[in-house]
Every structure is written in C-alpha cells, then in structure tokens.
T-cell receptor, first 116, second 113 residues
Framework: DTEVTQTPKHLVMGMTNKKSLKCEQH?????MYWYKQKAKKPPELMFV???????INESVPSRFSPECPNSSLLNLHLHALQPEDSALYLC???????????????FGDGTRLSIL | AQTVTQSQPEMSVQEAETVTLSCTYD???????LFWYKQPPSRQMILVIR??????QNATENRFSVNFQKAAKSFSLKISDSQLGDAAMYFC??????????FGKGTRLHILP
C-alpha cells in the first residue's frame, strides 16, 4: 500500500478545461514534491514545498499552479494545458529538507494525464 | 553540476540468477546520498536502497546490495536470486543536503522465466 495517495489515477481533459490533481500523505512529512514523468524517462522536478511554503519552482509554465493547503495536502491546479503536457504526474513527500540526512522521497502512484 | 549516468538502457537476467546494474555520478561534494528507485509498470516509484556517502560499508536490503566506490564515483546495484517481481525500470539517484534529487535515465530490467 502506498503511503502517498494521489487522485485521480487517470485524467483526460481538453485544452480549455480546468482541473486539479490531489496528493495526500499522513506520514508527518514536511516536504512535498510534484514531478512530471514522460514515458521511458526519469521524473522531472516541478515544484517543492517545504513547511507549506513553495521553496523550488523549476521554471514551470504558469498553466500549472501548485497549492499546499496544509502539511498533509498538495494540489496541482491545471488550466489551458497543451498536448505536450500529457504525462504521468507524480507526487512525493519526505520527512524534511536540509535536516542533515538524505531523506528518501516516498512517491504516490501518479496521475496519468492526457490532454486532448 | 551534478550528473548521474546509467549506461545500460536495458538488461535481462534469468530468474534466480544475479544481475548488476551500473551507475556513475559526477560531483565535487563529499557529503551526499545515493539511492536506487524501482518503478514497475504499476508506476509507483519505490525506494530500493539508500547509501550515505560518508559510510564506507555498502548498504544491503535483503536480495539487494550496492557496490559503492566513492573515489570512482560508482554506485552499482546487485540483485541476487532475481524474481519475476523484480522486473521494472530502475533509477539511480543522487541527493545532496538541501538540494533536489537528480535521477539517471534509468535501466529497464527484464526477468526471463
């Protein structure tokens, strides 16, 4: 069983739609991450939240808007996406960043996103 | 900049045999962490094993072990007694304190029955 839960598992949307991806963890982790993964490629980091504050934005287009309502939840709001945004979106969490230990990241199952 | 290289895009191994996946990395840091993640077709990235650079002893987790050569900047993963459930994409990853994880391009491992 995964300790990081992502919903929905699959999402098909048109380029004019607005949708949100959700991620939840109850491990008490204080760092949460969004990754984008294309087929047969490694995950690419998009955003990092540390203690509910955005700490890294990897120059992601503004059509992707992250939100961290509390320490357990992470959302990714989608608007006016392009066909090239079709990918697997992975959420991850770790105990903390910068505590002196290379904290492993725990990943969810991902949301498979298709843009029509 | 740090880089992680996995030179084997695909590998195959007979069930119950041993296989080694290679990984090299480039860094000027002395304090960092290395990971192997497994991603089966079910999509979830699963942590297989972790190695702290300051530890000389190679990490081991059941059938999985690493050969960490710090001077050579090499971090290979050995899977003993391969099982069908080991079939997956394996990513080698590097992490320095306060920084993001850098993934290699991955090695797809096939297990032959």
């Amino acid at each position: 069983d995964t300790e990081v839960t992502q919903t929905p598992k699959h999402l098909v949307m048109g380029m004019t739609n607005k949708k949100s991806l959700k991620c939840e963890q109850h491990m008490g982790h204080r760092a949460m991450y969004w990754y984008k993964q294309k087929a047969k490629k490694p995950p690419e980091l998009m955003f990092v939240y540390s203690y509910e504050k955005l700490s890294i934005n990897e120059s992601v287009p503004s059509r992707f808007s992250p939100e961290c309502p509390n320490s357990s939840l992470l959302n990714l709001h989608l608007h006016a996406l392009q066909p090239e945004d079709s990918a697997l979106y992975l959420c991850a969490s770790s105990q903390d960043r910068g505590t002196g230990v290379g904290q492993p990241q725990h990943f969810g199952d991902g949301t498979r996103l298709s843009i029509l | 900049a740090q880089t992680v290289t996995q030179s084997q895009p695909e590998m195959s191994v007979q069930e119950a045999e041993t296989v080694t996946l290679s990984c090299t990395y480039d860094t000027s840091e002395s304090d960092y962490y290395l990971f192997w993640y497994k991603q089966p077709p079910s999509r979830q990235m699963i942590l297989v094993i972790r190695q702290e650079a300051y530890k000389q002893q190679n990490a081991t987790e059941n059938r999985f072990s690493v050969n960490f050569q710090k001077a050579a900047k090499s971090f290979s993963l050995k899977i003993s007694d391969s099982q069908l459930g080991d079939a997956a994409m394996y990513f080698c990853a590097y992490n320095k304190r306060d920084d993001k994880i850098i993934f290699g391009k991955g090695t797809r491992l096939h297990i032959l029955p």
